[in-house]
């Protein structure tokens, strides 16, 4: 008894010092954060920086405000907010898919990975115009757009996890007689768990940049589409708060993805 009260109070002990760190840790977080909205309003409001050139948190708010108002904001932000999220899902399914298709097959993986890396470095604005022809002036062409920007990095990450599984499992695996796929369904992809996850980080802020992207080339609707028209009229206003807008959103999609992963790490 005396064993299991001294684990009892240990265990206690590191979960109140455990709360401490992340309450001091959010505390330092939105310090941050209000400390710098504060010295940006400071600095806007004394003509110390150009409030026309970058705007302060006040003429944000109300520019948001505004677009509330008129009932602009959220078909913006539900336009570019469904782009993302079909791109992100489309392109890290997909990138797992032909990842996997590569490990299985040695020769197939030989022949495709110079084109993976060569694709991988191509500008994937350049291909706007065909994109445009080949898909419409619309949200399939920035979906596309999303997805291209992703996928890639997608099947390179997670190839690598595959890769990256140690030899000594796969040859005794192969020892007692396992397949290629009951390999790859009992070892390869839940020892490559934390590559997806770090993978589903890396394409949060991919596929934001994606339908950002497409959006700039094409769109009559959306946060991009905001940054472009604000750039053209000079209502620099509106160009940060789609911006700011963007980043809180960006930022809601990667705590989704932290909240699987805590989630993910609590079944294993």
Same mark, same amino acid.
């Given at each position: 008894m005396k064993i299991n009260e001294k684990i009892s109070q240990a265990r206690k002990s590191y979960?109140?010092?455990?709360?401490?760190?992340?309450?001091?840790?959010?505390?330092?977080?939105?310090?941050?954060?209000?400390?710098?909205?504060?010295?940006?309003?400071i600095l806007a409001s004394k003509q110390i920086i150009d409030a026309f050139l970058f705007s302060s948190p006040s003429r944000i708010a109300k520019t948001i405000n505004d677009l509330f108002k008129d009932g602009e904001l959220f078909k913006h932000i539900g336009t570019t907010l469904y782009e993302t999220v079909i791109g992100f899902l489309i392109a890290t399914i997909a990138g797992t898919f032909i990842a996997t298709l590569l490990w299985l097959s040695t020769r197939l993986r030989?022949?495709?990975?110079?084109?993976?890396?060569?694709?991988?470095?191509?500008?994937?604005i350049a291909l706007g115009p065909v994109i445009i022809i080949a898909?419409?002036?619309?949200?399939?062409?920035?979906?596309?757009m999303t997805v291209l920007v992703t996928v890639i990095v997608t099947i390179i990450n997670m190839l690598t996890g595959f890769l990256q599984t140690d030899n000594g499992k796969i040859f005794l695996l192969?020892? +007692?007689? $396992? #397949?290629?796929m009951q390999i790859l369904t009992r070892l390869?992809?839940?020892?490559?768990?934390?590559?997806?996850?770090?993978?589903?980080k890396v394409n949060v802020g991919l596929s934001w940049i994606g339908s950002i992207m497409g959006e700039y080339i094409v769109s009559k609707r959306g946060l991009g589409y905001l940054i472009v028209y604000g750039g053209q009229v000079l209502k620099l206003d509106l160009v940060m708060a789609s911006t700011v807008i963007l980043c809180l959103l960006a930022?809601? +999609?990667? $705590? #989704?993805?932290?909240?699987?992963?805590?989630?993910i790490t609590k079944w294993q």
């Amino acid at each position: 008894m005396k064993i299991n009260e001294k684990i009892s109070q240990a265990r206690k002990s590191y979960l109140k010092n455990l709360k401490r760190k992340i309450v001091i840790i959010w505390t330092f977080r939105i310090f941050i954060l209000l400390s710098f909205i504060a010295l940006w309003e400071i600095l806007a409001s004394k003509q110390i920086i150009d409030a026309f050139l970058f705007s302060s948190p006040s003429r944000i708010a109300k520019t948001i405000n505004d677009l509330f108002k008129d009932g602009e904001l959220f078909k913006h932000i539900g336009t570019t907010l469904y782009e993302t999220v079909i791109g992100f899902l489309i392109a890290t399914i997909a990138g797992t898919f032909i990842a996997t298709l590569l490990w299985l097959s040695t020769r197939l993986r030989s022949i495709l990975e110079p084109y993976v890396v060569v694709l991988n470095a191509l500008p994937k604005i350049a291909l706007g115009p065909v994109i445009i022809i080949a898909f419409g002036a619309g949200i399939k062409s920035i979906v596309v757009m999303t997805v291209l920007v992703t996928v890639i990095v997608t099947i390179i990450n997670m190839l690598t996890g595959f890769l990256q599984t140690d030899n000594g499992k796969i040859f005794l695996l192969q020892s +007692m007689g $396992a #397949s290629k796929m009951q390999i790859l369904t009992r070892l390869i992809i839940p020892n490559s768990i934390p590559t997806l996850i770090s993978t589903l980080k890396v394409n949060v802020g991919l596929s934001w940049i994606g339908s950002i992207m497409g959006e700039y080339i094409v769109s009559k609707r959306g946060l991009g589409y905001l940054i472009v028209y604000g750039g053209q009229v000079l209502k620099l206003d509106l160009v940060m708060a789609s911006t700011v807008i963007l980043c809180l959103l960006a930022g809601v +999609m990667y $705590a #989704s993805v932290a909240l699987l992963e805590k989630k993910i790490t609590k079944w294993q």
